[in-house]
């Protein structure tokens, strides 16, 4: 029988990039131990009194929250969830955050996109259609800066994890996005009406956050999107995974390096777009009218045609 690396009782938990066992409470606290520290050395909570955290029903943003709150930070926590309309999968995610929070005594926010007159759904019968995932993540990004916002928050948290960032960066890296390159931090500051944005699993990898959702019991939903774009993304899922199996520590390895050295020097070389207010809604923009207003109309065009 395996031992727990730190308290040498039974092992239960494998950490395979660091080839360690642990047992289910030594693996907890390594897990929030882990969280703190991202979020002090990047400075997520610097000025912070309320911090938004972005719930979706999925096991990351689950882990996220309990974490957050087990590890007793100084900032006010409010979870936000959007309800995007996506039928067959929507209210299962709303239920799941519902659950969570009352788990963790914390009042849920919820937005439903429909009081906009669109949802989600309603995108694969447009020319939008086939770029859906592109479009919802500029409908979610609008509406949780937004409502942190109006709610108060400094911040807003996100369940992104390594395996996430390190999927991006591939990505970035092979095609030559040196603007992705350049704003891939763990924390990015508030400019303007744009509220700072901070990742504190962004050192945690999947199958970590999905382990300690698990053992803590929280409610989640494995639903996935219908909508999704699926088999690209997966290809590259699976080819990083083996990867990291023939080199464990790989994503790590490239997180740390991409934040070393290629991050800031990326930084330098890319200009940011002036900030401005979209003459149709007055959220932030670069262009006269933002992105939210354009698929937004470009839905309710089609509705009316
Ligand atoms: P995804 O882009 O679906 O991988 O989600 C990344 C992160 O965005 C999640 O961990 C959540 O923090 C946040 N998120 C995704 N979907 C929603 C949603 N419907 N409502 C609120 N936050 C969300
Ligand atoms: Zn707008």
């Known amino acids: 029988m395996k031992k727990c690396r730190h308290c040498g009782s039974g092992g239960e938990i494998k950490v395979s990039y660091a080839r360690i066992w642990l047992c289910k409470d030594c693996f907890t606290s390594f897990f929030e131990r882990k969280v703190k520290r991202t979020a002090e050395r990047h400075r997520m909570l610097k000025g912070v009194r309320r911090l938004a955290v972005a719930i979706s029903g999925g096991k990351d943003s689950a882990a996220l929250l309990a974490a957050l709150k087990r590890i007793k930070l100084d900032a006010d926590l409010t979870p936000i969830h959007i309800n995007l309309g996506i039928p067959g999968h929507s209210s299962e995610c709303e239920r799941k955050a519902r659950e969570l929070t009352s788990l963790l005594d914390l009042e849920l926010h919820v937005f439903k996109l429909e009081k906009e007159g669109f949802t989600i759904g309603m995108l694969g019968e447009t020319r939008l259609g086939r770029r859906a995932c592109a479009a919802c993540s500029t409908v979610k990004r609008y509406w949780l800066n937004k409502l942190?916002?109006?709610?108060?928050?400094?911040?807003?948290?996100?369940?992104?994890?390594?395996?996430?960032?390190v999927e991006v960066l591939f990505n970035a890296y092979l095609t030559g996005d040196l603007e992705t390159i350049a704003r891939l931090r763990p924390a990015l500051p508030a400019r303007g009406k744009l509220i700072a944005r901070v990742k504190p699993l962004i050192s945690l990898t999947s199958q970590e956050t999905l382990e300690y959702a698990r053992i803590l019991g929280l409610p989640f939903t494995s639903s996935k999107c219908p909508l999704g774009r699926g088999s690209r993304s997966l290809r590259r899922r699976k080819l990083i995974d083996k990867i990291s199996d023939e080199i464990p520590g790989f994503r790590h390895t490239l997180l740390s390096t991409h934040l070393r050295v290629f991050q800031p020097i990326?930084?330098?070389?890319?200009?940011?777009?002036?900030?401005?207010?979209?003459?149709?809604c007055g959220e932030p923009s670069s262009q006269e009218v933002c992105g939210y207003c354009k698929v937004k109309s470009a839905i309710k065009g089609h509705l009316a045609s």
């Open 148 to 165: 942190a916002r109006e709610l108060g928050a400094q911040a807003l948290a996100t369940g992104h994890h390594l395996d996430d960032t």
């Open 266 to 280: 990326a930084e330098e070389h890319t200009e940011l777009a002036d900030l401005r207010e979209c003459k149709l």
